[in-house]
């Protein structure tokens, strides 16, 4: 499977920043700033990430940090 863009995962997922953000216990605001580098994905929150969206650690390609 080729890699897919972490915010290409959740649209391919049918989700809603909202939709992730409540499934996963956070706010919008931080799904947004994950999808535009603003702020890294921790661990723990990526792999919540991936047993929602259903794509493995490996296929997931998260943003630069934005300085």
């Known amino acids: 499977m080729a890699k897919i863009p972490f ?3 959740r649209v391919a997922a049918g989700l ?3 939709d992730l953000a409540d499934k996963m216990g956070i706010s ?3 799904v947004n700033e994950w999808e535009t580098g ?3 994905i921790r661990t723990p ?3 919540l990430f ?3 969206t259903g794509f493995s650690e ?3 390609i ?3 940090l934005a300085t």
């Open 7 to 9: 915010k290409a995962a």
């Open 16 to 18: 809603t920043q909202q």
């Open 28 to 30: 919008r605001a931080t």
């Open 38 to 40: 603003k702020r890294v």
């Open 45 to 47: 929150y990526l792999y």
């Open 50 to 52: 991936c047993q929602i």
């Open 58 to 60: 490996d296929d997931i």
């Open 62 to 64: 998260l943003p630069e």
